[in-house]
């Protein structure tokens, strides 16, 4: 599966040794990635305290300018990478349990997190926020009945706040519609998958692997960005919905090819070099004018810059992950089993963190060292303590131990039979 190094440390690319694809069910490079790019997403949230266009209602006094530059390397992407891993795991997971089963297993665990975030994690960060931006007065458990009550909209200092419903958990929320739609085309059409992933090899050969993606990227880019933004609201984010789901499909299919890994291996240097070509271009236009997404609406160039970058990175990381990560150690299994609560808890656990110190007027290093520390060790106390509560585990995304719930035993096998005993 991966490559074999030579005596020098280079990697020789005319022998791969694979291993057969009906037997492999992980593969170190994903599980590796699946941890750097959720520990990423926290240091990237991290940030945004710090960056004066963020979102983020909840700030530290110590904005900086270069962090903002920082966080533009990895914005274009990061999301996307998860979305595609997602789908490589999501085939794994078909090829294991078969596709009749994974609508239902994908549903157990993703939506009892989602909706225990939504009734409880969710208005903890939004509650907070809104004590120190709008200076809300009432007491937590007066405020949950209230913002359910007034569907998430509420009149304060004169004026109507919406209120996030999912807020981070949006990313929660768009895998499991993305998964319905998924297992309705495995249900509809099981042999669709080999199909697709013959032709993708075909034309994403050789070069084409860098061209054809990135110029279906920046089509995507300049028809539906300026129209649409990212909206995290799931009936009108057409933009993010053809990003994020075209990730999902692309993983889907890309995933048991090792044409495929192996070119990104091969172009992982020049992937790199239009990733950092991108976001310099990118961020030389924006030139700190504001948020990113409302200047890049106005200017062409810069639209088609965030592809290349997003593009260029994504083929970066794919290729380095192929030739470097070829283990999955002890420290990568467990932390690859705590990546979906750490994703569950560590929003909240960052705004009370912040909300915490950030009113003690540390030195800017030393406050986001220990908010960085504090919501680590807050989201790995969830995971342990998840861990020895068994089912209820699922409320925050812990798989209880020895857990048959992924391999739900279904009264009816359906056409997506096909699929299942293909692998």
Not at 49 to 67: D, E, F, M, Q
Not at 233 to 239: N, Q, R, S
Not at 291 to 311: D, G, K, T
Not at 391 to 401: E, I, N, S
Request: proline share 6%.
């Amino acid at each position: 599966m991966f490559d074999a190094p030579t005596a020098a440390g280079s990697v020789e690319w005319s022998r791969v040794p694979v291993q057969p694809a009906e037997t492999r069910h992980r593969r170190p490079d994903v599980d590796g990635l699946r941890v750097l790019l959720f520990a990423g997403l926290i240091a990237y949230h991290l940030g945004l305290v710090y960056a004066a266009w963020s979102p983020y209602a909840l700030k530290s006094a110590h904005t900086a300018p270069w962090v903002e530059g920082l966080l533009l390397l990895t914005h274009p992407w990061r999301m996307c990478l998860l979305f595609l891993i997602s789908g490589v795991a999501t085939r794994f997971a078909v090829d294991k349990l078969g596709a009749s089963r994974l609508f239902v297993s994908r549903s157990a665990q993703l939506l009892p997190p989602l909706l225990f975030g939504i009734v409880f994690l969710v208005p903890i960060q939004t509650y907070l926020t809104l004590v120190k931006t709008e200076g809300y007065a009432k007491g937590y458990l007066a405020y949950v009945p209230e913002l359910f009550a007034h569907g998430h909209t509420l009149a304060l200092n004169g004026h109507r706040v919406d209120v996030p419903v999912y807020a981070h958990l949006w990313f929660v929320f768009y895998l499991w519609a993305y998964m319905l739609v998924l297992a309705a085309t495995l249900w509809a059409a099981p042999r669709w998958v080999g199909w697709a992933q013959a032709r993708l090899e075909r034309l994403l050969s050789g070069a084409g692997l860098l061209l054809w993606p990135l110029a279906l990227l920046i089509m995507i880019e300049l028809a539906l960005f300026p129209p649409f933004g990212v909206t995290l609201h799931f009936h009108d984010d057409w933009y993010n919905h053809a990003i994020s789901f075209g990730m999902l499909l692309f993983g889907f299919v890309a995933a048991r090819s090792e044409t495929l890994w192996d070119g990104f291996a091969r172009l992982r240097w020049v992937g790199l070099g239009l990733a950092v070509a991108g976001w310099a271009g990118y961020a030389l236009l924006w030139g700190g004018q504001g948020i990113p997404e409302f200047v890049e609406r106005s200017n062409p160039a810069m639209q088609i810059l965030y592809p290349v970058e997003r593009w260029g990175a994504i083929v970066a990381v794919l290729g380095f992950a192929r030739v470097h990560l070829t283990r999955t150690g002890g420290v990568v299994r467990y932390l690859n089993g705590g990546m979906f609560t750490y994703y569950i808890i560590h929003q909240p656990a960052m705004v009370m963190m912040i909300h915490n110190v950030t009113p003690l007027g540390l030195h800017a290093g030393v406050e986001a060292a220990v908010v960085l520390a504090g919501t680590v060790a807050l989201c790995g106390v969830a995971y342990e303590l998840a861990r020895g509560l068994g089912w209820f585990g699922l409320l925050v995304g812990a798989r209880p131990p020895g857990a048959r719930l992924w391999r739900p035993r279904l009264p009816w096998r359906p056409a997506t039979a096909a699929l299942d005993s293909a692998h």
